[in-house]
């Protein structure tokens, strides 16, 4: 069935250093994966994305990889601040016809200590 | 905030009992989706609504029902609730089949 796993659960960084976050998917037709970050309290924000006819994505300290071959995709963060500490999601839209579904992961617990 | 509007925020009730939650999307924004997020299994995929029929549906029990009306708020019915729906349940909203959606801010159900 449709399934992302996402590593490591928890993952802690001291400030300015880099995080990365992988996930790997099961269905190879997969087509679009974001990444969400969700702060204590608030619901999940989308802070990258990328769909499956690209390789790589940047926006300024984020970036997002993606190996359709192995089927994985990566977060990754430079130069990490306090304020990155929250729960990250990777999510996949499998290939189930005209629907926005989204498969997560477990989430991945960061935190960037000062 | 995001434009998505989740009430209430908070729900406590007994087991046994009905509860509904309510989801305003994004002005703008055709397609509901509802989410479950508990500690043991993170998020998972309830439904989907766009422009009022549903259009695609998760590993949704039996006793919870759903809903999009006409001005495209939709409703969540949780029924004859369990321990185990205690969990935070998630709204999302985006324009058609538009990629990476927008969460609301949840409502937190827990049944005693």
């Known amino acids: 069935g449709e399934n992302v796993e996402q590593h490591p659960s928890t993952l802690s960084v001291q400030e300015g250093d880099s995080a990365v976050i992988k996930c790997t998917y099961s269905d190879s037709a997969s087509n679009y994966f974001p990444w969400y970050k969700q702060e204590l309290g608030k619901g999940p924000q989308l802070i990258i994305d990328?769909?499956?006819?690209?390789g790589e994505k940047k926006d300024q300290r984020i970036a997002v990889t993606l190996n359709k071959t192995a089927k994985h995709f990566s977060l990754h963060i430079t130069e990490t601040q306090p304020e990155d500490s929250a729960v990250y999601f990777c999510a996949a839209k499998p290939f189930s016809g005209n629907t926005g579904k989204l498969i997560f992961g477990q989430g991945t617990t960061l935190q960037v200590k000062p | 905030d995001s434009g998505v509007t989740q009430t209430p925020k908070h729900l406590i009730t007994a087991t046994g009992q009905r509860v509904t939650l309510r989801c305003s999307p994004r002005s703008g924004d055709l397609s509901v989706y509802w989410y479950q997020q508990s500690l043991d299994q993170g998020l998972q995929f309830l439904i989907q609504?766009?422009?009022?029929?549903?259009?695609a549906k998760g590993n949704i029990l039996e006793r919870f029902s759903a809903q999009q009306f006409p001005d495209l708020h939709s409703e969540l019915n949780l029924s004859s609730l369990e321990l185990g729906d205690s969990a935070l349940y998630f709204c999302?909203?985006?324009?058609?089949?538009?990629?990476?959606?927008?969460f609301g801010s949840g409502t937190r159900l827990t049944v005693v």
């Open positions: 990328i769909r499956s006819n690209v």
């Open positions: 999302a909203s985006s324009t058609g089949q538009a990629l990476g959606y927008t």
């Open positions: 609504y766009y422009n009022g029929e549903e259009r």
